[in-house]
């Protein structure tokens, strides 16, 4: 059990990271240009996206990231077998990366990702965001059932 907590704590920090770093380019995107106080001056640019894509890459990573937290978090608590653990750990940390990763796709080039077609940016974040929910529901129905368990 240890071992899946440590790589759900792993994973959640390297998440969590990625949505931090993407919020630099949500910030220079609203701002319009690449500002880093202390460092004096700035530079006009101009980033492809929209206000909602840069801020979902900037949250999908830090809410990703807790996620994973949380259930490393309780693990303890639940009483799943070893094979029921690995299912949940995996199942999280294939939901953590593809939703970070297909949500800082979208702004990038354009798409949302919400169907597939549309370019290959499109298709791509859909199955991504396709993986990412059926892990997290297998996860959390495991997960469900290690806490009845305890009842």
């Not at 009483?79 to 199942?91: C, H, K, M, P």
């Amino acid at each position: 059990m240890e071992r899946f907590r440590a790589q759900l704590i792993v994973h959640g920090a390297l998440v969590f990271l990625a949505g931090l770093v993407a919020g630099f380019p949500f910030a220079f995107f609203e701002l319009g240009k690449l500002a880093l106080w202390p460092i004096p001056g700035s530079v006009a640019v101009s980033l492809p996206g929209d206000v909602r894509g840069w801020r979902m890459a900037h949250l999908e990573g830090i809410l990703n990231g807790l996620t994973l937290f949380a259930v490393a978090a309780c693990f303890a608590y639940l009483r799943l077998n070893e094979r029921e653990q690995r299912i949940v750990t995996w199942a999280l940390i294939i939901t953590a990366w593809g939703n970070t990763i297909a949500s800082a796709l979208g702004p990038v080039f354009g798409a949302r990702g919400l169907e597939f077609g549309g370019g290959v940016a499109n298709s791509i974040m859909y199955l991504l965001f396709v993986a990412a929910i059926v892990a997290v529901f297998a996860a959390m129905v495991l997960v469900c059932r290690g806490a009845l368990r305890r009842t």
